[in-house]
Each structure stands twice: as C-alpha cells, then as structure tokens.
C-alpha cells in the first residue's frame, strides 16, 4: 500500500543524494548534473520552511513532492510552490506523481495557501499531469546563451 508522508531527516539526506541527476531530468538538460549545486540549491528551500513529502511502499521511496511558501509572487495572496516533483522512472505512468500532488494540494490548502505555483521546462512530460490538474501557464521564461 502505497503511503505518502513528510519524509525524515534520513530520507532527506538519501533525496539529496540524486539532487543533480533529478535535476537534471526535470529542466529537460538545462541543468547539468551537479549534485552539490543541486544540494545548496534545495538546502535553502529547505531552510526556509519547504518540506518533502514522499511516496512509499514496501520501505521503498517511490517518488516525492518539495513543498513550501513561494516567495517569488507577484500577486497579493499567499502562494505556495511545487519546487520539485519527481517519481522513479520504474514507478511512472502509475498515478504516483498525481497522488503526490493531490496530497500536497490538500496540505497548502489546509495550510491556509489560497494559490500554488511551479516552474516547468519545455518537454518535461509531466505538464501534461500538470495541465490535466489544473494548472495553466502564466509566462515564459525564456533563455539566450551568449558566446
């Protein structure tokens, strides 16, 4: 039976552990895979209130969902962010990441969040899932590299 709670210590540092090739993965390559950038960058989150939640079954960590307030807003209400969303490949398409944010959503909301936001880079497969719960695009980060 899958269980999805706010992960410990322990399991934060195991998280914490595959932070560059996570990352990696969800900005599609933008990022490459540095854990310890990865780390400091989650690090701060964390400091700053964000939590984990995780996906488990069996003593097995199938997924998690970084949470916490989003400082970035531009509007006056009081806005959570999904910092980060991930399901092990072997355990995608199983209704693990939905479960993950349906979960995280009932949390901020009871939280008294009256709105939540996410970054998602351009062909991460999971703003179909994103889309399908609601969630609409609101701008466009966009990114010149120069020589």
């Not at 970084?66 to 999904?82: C, H, M, N, R, Y």
């Amino acid at each position: 039976m899958l269980i999805i709670r706010k992960a410990n210590e322990m399991e934060e540092a195991r998280l914490f552990q595959q932070m560059g090739k996570t990352v990696e993965e969800s900005t599609v390559g933008f990022a490459q895979n540095d854990n310890q950038a990865s780390a400091n960058m989650f690090d701060l989150l964390l400091k700053s209130g964000a939590y984990y939640l995780i996906a488990q079954e069996h003593n097995l960590i199938k997924g998690w969902i970084l949470i916490g307030q989003d400082f970035s807003t531009l509007k006056p209400v009081q806005t959570a962010g999904i910092f980060s969303l991930y399901v092990s490949p072997q355990y995608r398409s199983s209704g693990i990441g939905r479960k993950l944010i349906n979960y995280a959503l009932t949390e901020l909301k009871q939280q008294g969040y009256q709105q939540v936001q996410l970054h998602v880079f351009t062909g991460n497969p999971a703003k179909l899932l994103y889309e399908q719960l609601g969630f609409k695009d609101i701008c466009t980060l966009m990114s010149l590299k120069l020589k």
